[in-house]
Structure formats: C-alpha cells, structure tokens
C-alpha cells in the first residue's frame, strides 16, 4: 500500500466538547501521523467555498452556518491507504449506524453534527489540503 495524505476537520460540535484532542489521540494511535495542525474559526466565504460542490443541495445553508458557529480543528494526516483508513475510523456518517469506537459513535451527536469532516478520495484529499494549508505548513512526511 501506498503512504497518502488525507484531510481531517474536527467540526465545531466536537471542538465545543472539548473532545478535538481525544479525536487526534485515536487517529495517533490508528497510525496517523500529523503532518499539519491548526485551530481556526472559519469564515462564511471560506466554509462556502469549501462545500461549493454541495450548493445547489438543500442542507448547503445550514452546513455552512454550523461549520463557522465555532471553531473547527483542521489536521494533515498521513499513513499507508490514508483516504480510506482514515474513513474507517471516522466511521458512518449516521453516528447512531457507525460501528463502536469509531470517532462518530465515540464523538457525534446525528448525521448533521457527526465531529469530523474526511476527504472521500485521493484527489479530494489533495485538493482540501491545498484549500487549507500552503505546502510550506505541511511537515514533509516522516
């Protein structure tokens, strides 16, 4: 398998419960390495153009009011099959169907509040990165 990097947001409903350094914990110990770390509040412009690709869908107003409620935690993670490993451990995106000890069972309250944004492809994973963090932010991998 081939080393990857992925893209990881700890939404604001899990960065209001103190839970974003469990979070990064668990992704540590499921063999993460984090090539990039910050706390920001995002702005309406930024979280729109984030989720652009959702905007003619319904729920595309109220996802882009919760995710600049409060601050969300974004991270660079890396490790062999990433995208998909990292899918793994965030688990369903119905919290009340993800299996235990994954970060949604663990971590979100319902399917609009679910703790974690994950990149759903390589090339998305490349491109939310790049959304986020300039080149110079990323740690070279380890």
Do not use: W
Not at 55 to 60: I, Q, S, V
């Amino acid at each position: 398998m081939a080393t990857e990097r992925t893209l990881c947001i700890i939404k604001p409903d899990a960065v209001e419960k103190n839970t974003a350094g469990a979070v990064l914990a668990l992704l540590e110990s499921a063999g993460f390495s984090i090539l990039a770390l910050k706390r920001t509040h995002l702005p309406q412009a930024v979280a729109e153009g984030f989720y652009a690709v959702h905007k003619a869908r319904p729920f595309f107003g109220e996802l882009v009011t919760f995710m600049t409620r409060s601050p969300v935690v974004i991270a660079v993670l890396e490790r062999d099959d990433a995208v998909a490993q990292y899918r793994k451990v965030m688990g369903a995106t119905d919290p009340a169907k993800a299996d235990a000890g994954t970060i949604r069972k663990l971590y979100g309250a319902n399917v609009g509040e679910n703790a974690v944004h994950g990149s759903d492809s390589l090339d998305n994973a490349k491109n939310e990165i790049a959304y986020f963090f300039a080149s110079s932010e990323v740690a070279p991998s380890a």
